[in-house]
Each structure stands twice: as structure tokens, then as C-alpha cells.
């Protein structure tokens, strides 16, 4: 029994350990407090923020390939189509975000593969990408 609660003790220490760790990396996010998104490429990751606080992240993405990139820079989310359909790249963009005027878009996809410029998210991810921002939000993307 003692080991049995010691092991569950442990377990909390972990956790709280764990959850420590998360809001200190909340410090790091690199955006402004502007940002609604923020998407940092180096680390594959990005982050749901109100007021320069994190709501959520940071959070895993893959984002586009060499001959694709994910560019750079400060956005506004220009309108969101839940169940999109790329007929340039013939495939599904469910819970699309578009954040750029050339088609670049937060969306469920692969965190295996990389895109054609857009940020793919877990399918809960991109679900709260889509519910929390709306047009006119503003999205910073950095190195």
C-alpha cells in the first residue's frame, strides 16, 4: 500500500512538474501581443494567445517544404471554410483558417508531412484554431 501512494504522489510531483514547465514556456512565445496566432517555423510550433497571454500551445504544426515555404511575417485572418477543398493540391483542408491573400491557411493535417505552405494542425488542434479566430485577427509567423 505505502508504495502504491508513494507511486501515486510521484505521479502528481510529475504533473505538476510537467505543468510548471508549460507556463514557463509561455514566456517564450515569440509574438507580439497583437497576435491571436502565433506560429514560430524553427520549432515546428504555435500558440492561440488573447492579450499577449497564451490560450493554447505550444502546440505541434508542420508547416511547408523548402520548395513550398510557410512565409514569414505579420497577417490577418482573412476568412475560414471548414471544409475546404484545395483543388490546386487535390486533397481535404478541413477547418481552414486562410491567413494570407495567397491561400495559406491553418488547417488539420499530417504533423508528419510538410505542406505546400500551410500550417497543419491535430484534428482537436485546428478545431480551436477554427472556433477562436475570426477575420481580421491577426497571425504573426517568425523564424
Not at 509561455?26 to 497564451?54: E, F, H, R
Not at 511547408?64 to 486533397?91: C, L, R
Not at 504533423?111 to 500551410?118: A, T
Request: net charge positive.
Amino acid at each position: 500500500m505505502y508504495r502504491r501512494i508513494t507511486a501515486v504522489l510521484a505521479g502528481v510531483a510529475a504533473a505538476a512538474a510537467t505543468i510548471g514547465f508549460a507556463g514557463s514556456a509561455a514566456a517564450s512565445v515569440p509574438c507580439g501581443a497583437q497576435a491571436k496566432a502565433c506560429v514560430k517555423l524553427s520549432s515546428n510550433t504555435a500558440w492561440l494567445m488573447d492579450g499577449g497571454k497564451v490560450v493554447r500551445g505550444g502546440v505541434p504544426v508542420t508547416v511547408g517544404k523548402s520548395a513550398y515555404p510557410t512565409p514569414a511575417g505579420t497577417f490577418h485572418v482573412q476568412y475560414k471554410d471548414i471544409d475546404h477543398y484545395s483543388k490546386e493540391f487535390n486533397g481535404p483542408m478541413p477547418y481552414s483558417v486562410f491567413f494570407t491573400t495567397t491561400g495559406v491557411a491553418f488547417h488539420q493535417g499530417s504533423l508528419k508531412v510538410q505542406s505546400h505552405g500551410c500550417v497543419h494542425l491535430s484534428h482537436a488542434d485546428a478545431v480551436a484554431f477554427y472556433d477562436t479566430l475570426h477575420p481580421g485577427d491577426v497571425v504573426q509567423v517568425v523564424k
